[in-house]
């Protein structure tokens, strides 16, 4: 699949703005801007592996396509969620555990960078990367 690959973030599109949005305070959105995040993804069948490695923190989301399962953010935010495929894109589709707000993450490989969208309250950012 597209997706399986080593993934390092290269690049961010109104990314503070979104996690103002979600109510990331000032230090910790500087932080988040230089997480060096990695992404390590793969997929066998209908379940996805992703390694996440950044400065902040080192963890392994294993999850099925269409089955519901509990994730936090890198900053304590908790979400529940699952993703699904529609065409060559992994979409997920998130409320957050505390305010019960959605959260739409887009994940989609476009030549050999790997854009992963985020929306959430009207607000849409971007992180991309590319291919380790």
């Given at each position: 699949m597209a997706f399986d690959g080593?993934?390092?973030?290269?690049?961010s599109e109104n990314y503070d703005k979104f996690m103002e949005k979600m109510g990331i305070n000032m230090v910790k959105r500087k932080l988040a801007a230089h997480d060096n995040l990695k992404l390590i993804i793969t997929q066998e069948g209908n379940k996805f592996t992703v390694k996440e490695s950044s400065?902040?923190?080192?963890?392994?989301?294993?999850?099925?396509?269409?089955?519901?399962?509990?994730?936090?953010?890198?900053?304590?935010?908790e979400l529940t969620g699952s993703w699904t495929i529609e065409g060559n894109k992994l979409v997920g589709n998130f409320q957050r555990v505390d305010n019960g707000k959605e959260l739409k993450t887009v994940r989609e490989v476009m030549g050999s960078e790997l854009v992963q969208t985020y929306t959430y309250e009207g607000v849409e950012a971007k992180r991309i990367f590319k291919k380790e």
């Open positions: 080593s993934w390092k973030v290269d690049r400065t902040f923190r080192n963890i392994e989301i294993v999850f099925e396509l269409g089955v519901t399962f509990k994730y936090s953010l890198a900053d304590g935010t």
